[in-house]
């Protein structure tokens, strides 16, 4: 099946910092891509659209200086989360559609924590 | 906007005992899915119900997607320690997905 990779799978950091987090189709070309959130014993949240060569689309809520998305190419689609906090520690998840199904596949997940 | 509720949140079995979990969504859906996410990975699709009404199986897993396309379920049958993971139900398409707040199980030896 369809495999996403993301990249890093953990990363720490300082709050005020900066954060890109990279998503990658690898065996399949991807013109949309999505973004969610977990918490802890929560389930997963949509946080944005990410649209190849157009401006992504941010959920009810999310801030987009804040989760800046960039889809520079058809297998590629980075989030950065500018300017840390510890309220921004959580797993951040991607996903892109199914090329014959009508699903998502999942990239293995960042978890991030802000100190 | 749309909401898909699950229940039980948690759900504790000895092995062998079957797990039943609930998925109601607020609107009629297009089709139904269900994803399994194992203790710290990410969700991995299960299957896809399209049909008012349908039963699919796999293994032990029993999935039902209701006559009203509100509502579905999974029950798993004999439970075993790899079956522990929260279940997922999502609403939607690829495109749209709305998934329901999950049913972590966990099954003790």
């Known amino acids: 099946g369809a495999v996403v990779s993301q990249h890093p799978s953990r990363v720490i950091c300082k709050s005020g910092t900066s954060v890109k987090i990279e998503c990658r189709s690898l065996d399949f070309q991807a013109t949309t891509m999505f973004w969610y959130r977990q918490f802890p014993k929560q389930s997963l949240m949509l946080m944005a659209t990410?649209?190849?060569?157009?401006?992504?689309?941010?959920e009810q809520g999310v801030e987009k200086d804040k989760f800046l998305i960039n889809h520079a190419s058809l297998t590629l689609s980075t989030l950065t989360v500018t300017s840390a906090h510890p309220e921004d520690s959580s797993f951040y998840i991607c996903?892109?559609?199914?090329?014959?199904?009508?699903?998502?596949?999942f990239g293995p997940g960042t978890r991030l924590t802000v100190l | 906007g749309q909401q898909v509720m699950q229940i039980p949140q948690y759900q504790h079995v000895q092995e062998g005992e079957d797990f039943t979990t609930y998925c109601n969504s607020s609107t009629t859906l297009s089709n139904i899915q269900w994803y399994k996410q194992r203790p710290g990975g990410h969700p991995v699709f299960l299957i896809q119900?399209?049909?008012?009404?349908e039963v699919k199986k796999q293994k032990r897993l029993t999935f039902q997607f209701g006559e009203a396309k509100k509502n579905s379920s999974l029950h798993i049958t004999a439970t075993q320690t790899t079956d522990v993971g929260t279940y997922f139900c999502a609403g939607g398409t690829a495109r749209q997905l709305t998934f329901g707040s999950g049913t972590q199980l966990t099954v003790l030896p």
């Open positions: 996903s892109a559609p199914g090329q014959a199904t009508d699903t998502q596949y």
């Open positions: 119900l399209v049909k008012s009404g």
């Open positions: 990410s649209n190849e060569g157009s401006k992504a689309t941010y």
